[in-house]
């Protein structure tokens, strides 16, 4: 009974992770499930042929999909020593890329914000009418925010890399 409740959980979560996923990466449905069915089956993989009775759909779909995620660096795949099946699971250091890519993310709006905020100070300089000042205020705490964020996701980046 306890591990028809856990299936049950998995399921779920793969169901509830793979709208977020889908959602926030872009992805495509079938392709978000396959990439959060990974995420739940850990460092072991799952089989082409599991994947595809797991998620009940058709071995062209599956594979289309896999490719996908390959290409795009997210899934990599093993064999094991006298079996000839290939098991995928999400790429190792993904985590590694998704850190960077936000820390990529943030310092370019930190870089945009700093410009604007530059801008609107040497606008405020030049003007003569209170009415038409530019706040700054806003660009202050968003590029705050920026760093802050960005020094505590470099912080568990570091200890991740320590575990």
Known sequence: MQKEKLTERRNQLIERLGVYIENSDKMAPL???IFSTLILTGKGGITFENLVKDLNASKSTIC????TLQAA???SYFTKPGD???YFNVTPNRLYQVI???LANWNEQHDIHSNIMEYKAAENQQNTDEDKEFDLQFHENYIQFLEEVSNSVKKLK???SEL
């Open 64 to 67: 289309t999909h896999l490719n």
């Open 158 to 160: 570091n200890k991740i």
């Open 100 to 102: 960077d890519e936000m």
């Open 31 to 33: 392709e978000a499930r």
């Open 84 to 86: 000839r099946k290939r």
């Open 73 to 75: 660096g997210r899934v």
